[in-house]
C-alpha cells in the first residue's frame, strides 16, 4: 500500500498501459493488394452474386463453393507469384 500511494504521489499512473504499435502482417498486406486485381475482383462479384442468390432463397441445396474456391485460387496465384517472385 505505501508503494502505491508512493506512485500516485510521484505522478506514475496506475494502470496506464504502453501503447503498442500495431503488428501489420506482410502476407495479409500483400493478400489485400492481390484483392484489387482485375481477376480477383472479378472472381469475388462471382462470390458475392452467389452469395446473395443463395441467401435470398428459403429452401436451395446450391451452396457458393466453386465460387469461394476460385476467388481463393486466384488470390493464392497472385500472391505466391509476388511472393516467389522475390525469392528468385
Known amino acids: 500500500m505505501v508503494f502505491e500511494e508512493k506512485r500516485i504521489m510521484n505522478g506514475e499512473p496506475e494502470d496506464e498501459e504502453e501503447e503498442e504499435e500495431e503488428m501489420v502482417d506482410p502476407l495479409e498486406t500483400l493478400r489485400q493488394k492481390c484483392e484489387e486485381t482485375e481477376h480477383c475482383v472479378h472472381t469475388r462479384e462471382r462470390l458475392e452474386l452467389?452469395?446473395?442468390?443463395?441467401?435470398?432463397?428459403?429452401?436451395?441445396?446450391?451452396?457458393?463453393?466453386?465460387?469461394?474456391?476460385?476467388?481463393?485460387?486466384?488470390?493464392?496465384?497472385?500472391?505466391?507469384?509476388?511472393?516467389?517472385?522475390?525469392?528468385k
Not at 63 to 80: G, I, K, P
Open 50 to 87: 452467389c452469395e446473395t442468390r443463395v441467401g435470398s432463397r428459403s429452401q436451395t441445396a446450391e451452396d457458393c463453393t466453386e465460387e469461394l474456391f476460385d476467388f481463393l485460387h486466384a488470390r493464392d496465384h497472385c500472391v505466391s507469384d509476388k511472393l516467389f517472385h522475390s525469392v
